[in-house]
């Protein structure tokens, strides 16, 4: 090559360029930094090119017959860069530019396309958006999302992903798409192109002492973390803010959280956080036993309404806060022992082995606080080991000892029904908590070796756990659950689960050899506690209501449209 050539305008290497792209490779150094070459159309056309194979850091720039740059590729570093154009007839140049020192080979590939006189754009006729329900999966066909052109058949009509969602993610044909992946109205016209919800998993801490979720509740996270002793901390996922809402030298559990509002305990003694106010104030129940504290137990929170179990001295009472008038409620005063398990806004379940006489039974029966009534009554009056595990409004679940083995009772609090949901030779427990609406979730001992997990819809039940798996149901919010699996091989580590009540599918959430243990749920949201190997840290996962996608739609020629492409999730 003589000396100079291509290093100006007027050496520039004279290229002739067709349809089927051409190569050509060139080197730019600090003495020779730019290389130059020329090139003619006859007609008006599509213009590509791509510059790879960089070693240093090169631009690329598209010059009109005069040397001004029309068009021009300017990424940092050795990334590829591309240039994309429609020309009319004339005397073009391109441009490769060293950026720095050093030196660096590249690949130069160049194609031009007649365009079709007369060429129009691609009309966008639909776009209509999908319904997608929270981790699960849909095709985006044709009456979703189509275009047109009258001179281009579907296999020219090229769509680039100029957006990708947020909390998902495109496939085509099972392969998830990048930013400025490709595919065309035939993918979509044969069902080539889905979009999955995935959700988006955060996580809310990230230290080397060990953290643990103590509950959701709406567009809340509280959890458990260590400074030398226990701290309560409160997270708000709209505006990812970490409250801290304790700080000193002894250990603060948390108990519950409801909206912003949350329950936690020191020293026997419970404290109430209101997350409007910001203030935090001591609830006692006034049933000292020694001077200096008080013997209670925290249970639950709805709203600003309280209830624990404390201690008069002798045997357990239930106690009741109510929130909104600021008053305090002893729902039990007896010989005997009870013990509350669940608030749902003014109600109250719990446990006593005082029968509906008052009288000390071996077994333990069920009672019901109505708030809104001020009535107490019995459940059940069996002489059973009746216990209580949940409530949601005014309706309650338990697990009662027949004799043999434990099975579930429902009681319907609009109607003042009990149903019996089980009724066989294993053992049959939901977990605390374990009712929302008039939606149950259990455990049962499959073979009296395996757990496997049920839900009640409020008309039947099925089996919502996979097979030979020990799963447990940790929560349940609407026909949403959240449980816990031994998934991998060894059975030694657990694995969080999540069955989507709308669509009745359960999807595996984390596959790692690690310990990861399902809390709680609220609607599609939930949160779990995850061993990094030395400590616990608090895992968060979230879907959004909406997704979205943009992207451009072209005829191959000089013809596009651009779009967004919404997504509802369910």
Known sequence: MAANLGNTLRTARRVAITERPRAFRGVVTTQDKVEFYRLSLSRRSRFDLSLTGLRANANVDLLNQRGRVINKSRLTGTQNESITSVLAAGTYYVRVNLQGRGSTRFRLVLSARLIPPGNTAPTLITNTGLTVSARGTAPIRNTLLRATDSQQPATQLVY???????????????????????????????????????????????????????GISSSHVVWNGSDG??????????TGQITLLTNNTTDDIASGVSGGNVLFANNFRNFFYNGITGITRTILSNMTIFPDFELSFPVGISGSNIVWNSSDGSDLEVMFFNGTTNTRTRLTNNTGNDAATGISGSNVVFTSNLDNQGLTTTASEVFLYE??????????NNNRKDSAVGISDSNVVWNSFDG????????????GVTTQLTNNAIDDVAPIGGISGSN?????????????????NGTSSRRI???????????????????????????????VFFYNGATGVTSQITNDNVQDGAVGISGTNFVWNRSDGTDSEVFLLTFAPTDRFSF??????????NGTFNISIS
């Open 160 to 214: 680039t992903l100029t957006g990708l969602p947020q909390s998902g993610q495109l496939q085509l044909n099972g392969v998830p798409l990048a930013l400025g992946s490709r595919f065309t109205q035939a993918d979509i016209e044969s069902d080539r192109l889905r979009y999955v919800n995935l959700g988006t998993t955060r996580q809310l801490t990230n230290n080397t002492t060990d953290d643990f979720a103590a």
């Open 440 to 456: 149950v979730v259990w455990n049962s001992l499959v073979n009296n070796s395996r757990s496997e997990v049920f839900l009640f």
């Open 371 to 380: 708030g809104a009534t001020n009535r107490l009554f019995p459940l059940t």
């Open 404 to 415: 043999n083995d434990y099975e579930i009772f429902f009681y319907n609090g609009s109607t």
């Open 229 to 238: 002793d226990s701290e309560v901390y409160l997270y708000t996922i709209a």
């Open 552 to 561: 451009s739609v072209t005829d191959g020629f000089d013809g596009f449209a």
């Open 465 to 495: 756990s996979s097979d030979n798996v020990n799963a447990i149901a940790f929560g349940i919010s609407g026909s949403n659950v959240i449980m816990n699996s031994l998934n991998d091989s060894t059975q030694q580590f657990g694995d």
